[in-house]
């Protein structure tokens, strides 16, 4: 360990060819993209944002906008009514009790 100089040598040769075949990739891929142009794809462009207006005008516009659209649930579904939560179950199945006693073994230590 008392030559460094050879270190950094191959080291840096090391380095040196990996940077070389980076480059030479790059002009074969620049090359191969002239005599290979693909499609000519257009650019998608961008929509174009909604206008959104102040004031009352606006406020009135959501306010019809959530109206129908409040109309159109009840005149699909008839009775709205909320849901409950679903929690976990009282009563774990055999499988999940196998599940749990399977992964609780696998991380036992050997002693």
Do not use: Y
């Not at 080291?11 to 040196?16: D, E, H, R, V």
């Not at 998608?44 to 109206?67: K, S």
């Amino acid at each position: 360990m008392t030559d460094w100089g050879e270190a950094f040598a191959i080291a840096g040769t090391g380095i040196g060819l990996v940077f070389l075949t980076i480059v030479v990739f790059t002009f074969v891929m620049m090359g191969l993209t002239r005599l290979f142009p693909g499609e000519d794809t257009e650019t998608p462009q961008p929509a174009p944002e909604p206008e959104v207006g102040d004031g009352p005008q606006a406020d009135r516009r959501l306010a019809a906008a959530m109206a129908v659209g409040l109309a159109l649930a009840i005149q699909s579904k008839g009775d709205i009514q909320p849901g409950r939560p679903t929690g976990p179950s009282s009563k774990p199945s055999a499988w999940k009790l196998h599940g749990r006693e399977e992964l609780m073994r696998s991380r036992m230590v050997e002693r």
